[in-house]
């Protein structure tokens, strides 16, 4: 690991990967999610997001927190500018995992950070039921208001879309439903049937 560090400090990407990659074929018990994780880095560091994404996956897999893992990586993808990249990364996974309604957020907030606002509000959307799980408006000051007026002038409405909110988030975040999804989906896979 030490030539990794000093290739990585000459920022030579290459031989980081590569001595990297010879240090995971000599100590494969040490095969971890973050092992994984910082080869992904790696090849983002050298300009090659589709290797990091074959990482990103396999580290993704081994992750007992892959939700927040997944925030890790699209942070990655974030510093290395290459936010597009983790658009199709992101559709990736959520073909592959069971990805609660939170990681539909880190989604539109990509697309926030790539000025793609319709996109971005299009994602929320389907996730939000306007006036029923939360309320959608448009980004600006006065749509705000609007809709801060209709909570604050609507007690009943807004303890009932709290509620509904929190149901929401409760439904689609619990471990439970989680681990239902994603049993669904290793199901299909062993079963020779793809994802659901």
Not at 9 to 32: N, V
Not at 62 to 88: D, T
């Amino acid at each position: 690991m030490a030539l990794v560090d000093m290739a990585t400090d000459e920022k030579d990407w290459a031989s980081a990967i590569a001595h990297y990659q010879q240090a995971l074929l000599l100590q494969p018990l040490k095969e971890t999610d973050q092992t994984h994780f910082k080869l992904g880095r790696l090849f983002l560091k050298n300009g090659d997001p589709q290797a990091a994404r074959g990482s990103f996956v396999k580290s993704l897999s081994l992750s007992r927190a892959r939700e927040k893992h997944l925030a890790s990586i699209y942070r990655l993808f974030k510093k290395e500018g290459a936010l597009n990249e983790f658009v199709g990364f992101y559709h990736d996974v959520q073909q592959r995992f069971a990805l609660s309604a939170q990681s539909g957020i880190l989604l539109a907030r990509c697309f926030i950070d790539l000025k793609q606002y319709d996109q971005a509000r299009r994602t929320l959307e389907e996730l939000i039921a306007d006036g029923e799980t939360g309320f959608c408006c448009e980004p600006n000051s006065e749509s705000i208001r609007k809709v801060i007026e209709v909570v604050m002038n609507d007690p009943a409405r807004r303890v009932r879309v709290g509620a509904a909110a929190r149901q929401f988030v409760v439904r689609e975040c619990a471990l439970e439903s989680v681990w239902e999804r994603e049993h669904a989906i290793m199901t299909g896979l062993v079963k020779g049937g793809g994802c659901p």
